[in-house]
């Protein structure tokens, strides 16, 4: 097979060189461009070098590896993830059609992912939009925590704001401003701790700095330079979107 492009996106430093060093020797012919050390560092590679092949760690700081495939997936690439899901949740992976390794890596193991992802490549294989989305489904967590109220700053006073009012929360220097239909507010809460105790069917990310409500959402546009932002319905100001989340806008 000829030279096989991929990025390599795991936030423990030692497991990263661990794979990186188990790829070198089961799989010669590729070439790994990035090795990323959160999800956003992984969403830019995406963006920037369109690998054939993603090797994820499912959770990462900031942008979960969920979250990197889909953008992997709309790039062309195959997908496979790392985890320490236990036997249960393995079986998610499994129904899903979607490989992965359980950590530690096995050389046996690596070898066997490789082999498939060689047959995916050379076949085509399509669908996998779908298998990341059923996947999500099945590994998040019944009862799993979600924020209902966000309590934020306007001024001398802390406004307890219900999460159906937010519109949009935007990264600014130390603070994060939630801004609602007609109000808004800074609260000191980092933006991907914000990303865990949201509905990710309710928001998305669609910049490094911004998340959004999806039924907030009017349209996309992209200027002169390709650059695109998103209008939000009865409201003047316009928002980023980053090359790595336009898959999201797909159909729309």
Known sequence: MSRVTAIVAEDEAPQRAALLEMLEDAWPELEVLAACEDGLAALDAVAEHRPQVAFLDIRMPGVSGLDVARA????????????????????????????????????AR???????????????????????????????????RQFRWISASIGDNVRMIGIDEVLYFQAQDKYVRVVTG?????????????????????????????????????????????????????RGETLPVSAAFLHRFRGM
């Open 110 to 144: 690596l070898a066997l992912a490789i082999e498939r992802l060689k047959e995916q490549l050379a076949s085509g294989d399509d669908g996998l939009h779908a298998r990341i989305e059923e996947l999500e489904s099945r590994l998040r967590p019944r009862g799993e």
């Open 72 to 107: 992997a997936v709309a790039a062309g690439a195959r997908v496979v993830f790392t985890t320490a899901y236990d036997d249960y949740a393995l079986r998610a992976f499994e129904a899903g059609a979607v490989d992965y390794l359980l950590k530690p890596v096995a050389p």
């Open 182 to 234: 007609d109000d808004e507010a800074v609260i000191r809460t980092p933006l991907k701790d914000l990303l865990a105790g949201l509905d990710p069917d309710e928001f998305w990310q669609v910049h490094r700095g911004v998340v959004v409500r999806v039924a907030a959402i009017d349209r996309l546009r992209k200027d002169e330079l390709g650059k695109a932002r998103i209008s939000l319905r009865g």
